[in-house]
């Protein structure tokens, strides 16, 4: 049975978002399935009519039960479509590499191989299959990043939650060449940073910050330039220091950076002394990040720039309500231990909560606070990850910048 004989109809108006182009399809619009296509196979999905609105990849476990490969009748789903899509892909983020080593090569459906991630370190790729579609066509992705990149070491992190939402297991293992470093050093704008791939957040580093750790360096550069003195910063959730190392290249005077990870943070030492940063300029705390800025805020403490980058508080719709509360509270905090005309920067990577929720979750911080701020920019990931107009969902990085309007 080849893919074409198995048939997706959809019912009447469900095919509205697919005719703009938006990849998924649920499950409570679909009318039938002919021809009992395997986890992962590729399907022809129509409109009740009969008329042709996609392939797509099949998902019998999940809510979402497919997902769309192309708009394109005469494309044909197979490993040189895959290798096309993938060489696209890594040549539109080729300009990045003169700047870091740490580049995500493949951002799912942005690059039209919707569940697939793929990230770059120097010469190591790190793979996320997080869809039915992508793990049914896995030995052949492994073949073309190969080929394509002309890296031979793939490490898969097929670990993430949405492997279960799938009917997949977990898998942590090499795709190709041999087991990876344990740690593997990237530049990043001039500063070095390690990263263990087997066992790291993610894929081992949170590459879609490095825009903002740019940011947070600049700003510690202007702070300097201002005031004569290097700024007092607080890093919260600093994971192995990214944030923490930019803002010390800046210039920073003292950075005090929180993490309940000892193992994260032992990660974060290391990578100061990579960089020849002293102890007295970053200064490392293993604590729960919300009692911390309590005692911060109880005992007068104060910052010149708080960094508030949490892990993803709402993994679902069911948890928003739970990770609003969640968001208020270190926001709330994180604004009253600021100096006059201090700054913030907070960030959420939860999906489920959007961008203007998450303006008006800060804004209510910012009230309750009593404190007047401005909201200087709106932030978000890299250039690595673009976000595809027709798939709004794939923006889950939003960030504010703050000042105190004093």
């Known amino acids: ?19 703009r182009r938006h990849p998924w399809i649920y499950a409570t619009g679909v009318a039938s399935v002919k021809g009992h296509p395997k986890s992962g196979q590729t399907i022809r999905v129509q409109d009740n009519r009969g008329n042709f609105l996609a392939w797509a990849a099949y998902s019998p476990d999940s809510a979402l039960r497919a997902r769309c490969w192309s708009f394109n009748e005469t494309d044909i789903i197979d490993k040189n479509w895959f290798k096309e ?8 983020r080729s300009h990045l590499l003169g700047k870091t080593n740490a580049v995500r090569l493949i951002f799912g459906e942005a690059d039209n191989l919707p569940g697939l991630i793929v990230d770059q370190y120097a010469n190591q790729l790190v793979t996320q299959f997080q869809s039915a579609g992508v793990e049914y066509w896995r030995d052949v992705i492994g073949e073309a990043l190969v080929s394509v990149t002309g890296i031979q070491q793939i490490y898969d992190r097929s670990d993430a939650a949405t492997r279960a939402r799938e009917g997949l297991p977990e ?40 825009e903002n750790r740019d940011l947070a360096c600049k700003l510690a550069q202007e702070f300097k330039e201002k005031h004569g003195r290097g700024m007092r910063a607080l890093n919260c959730f600093c994971y192995t ?20 990870s000892a193992e994260a943070l032992a990660m974060a030492k290391r990578n100061a002394h990579r960089n020849n940063f002293t102890e007295e300029t970053l200064k490392w705390v293993e604590a ?26 709402a993994s679902s719709h069911h948890h928003v309500e739970k990770a609003a509360r969640a968001y208020k509270d270190i926001n709330l905090n994180g604004l009253k231990i600021l100096n006059p005309n201090g700054q913030l920067l907070t960030f959420s990577c939860s999906g489920a909560i959007d961008v203007d929720l998450f303006q008006k979750i800060v804004a209510g911080a910012v009230i309750d ?11 978000g990931a890299g250039e690595d990850h673009p976000l595809m107009m027709t798939h709004p969902e794939g923006e889950y990085l939003k960030g504010l910048h703050l000042k105190v309007h004093s």
């Open 1 to 19: 049975m080849t893919y074409t004989d198995c048939v997706m109809t959809l019912k009447p108006g469900k095919d509205r978002a697919l005719l």
């Open 85 to 92: 899509k993938i060489e696209s892909a890594v040549r539109s």
């Open 171 to 210: 898998r942590k293992e090499v795709l190709e060449g041999n087991e990876p470093p344990e740690e593997i050093e990237v530049n990043e704008n001039g500063i070095f940073y390690g990263v263990d791939v087997r066992i790291g957040h993610k894929t081992g580093f949170y590459v879609d910050q490095r």
């Open 241 to 260: 220091g990214g944030f923490s190392l930019a803002l010390a290249k800046g210039g920073a005077a003292e950075v005090i950076s929180i993490d309940s």
């Open 288 to 313: 729960n990040v919300f009692e911390e800025l309590r005692k911060m805020r109880d005992a007068g403490e104060k910052f010149d720039l708080v960094i508030l980058d949490p892990p993803k508080f």
């Open 369 to 379: 606070s009593r404190i007047d701020a401005w909201m200087i920019q709106r932030l």
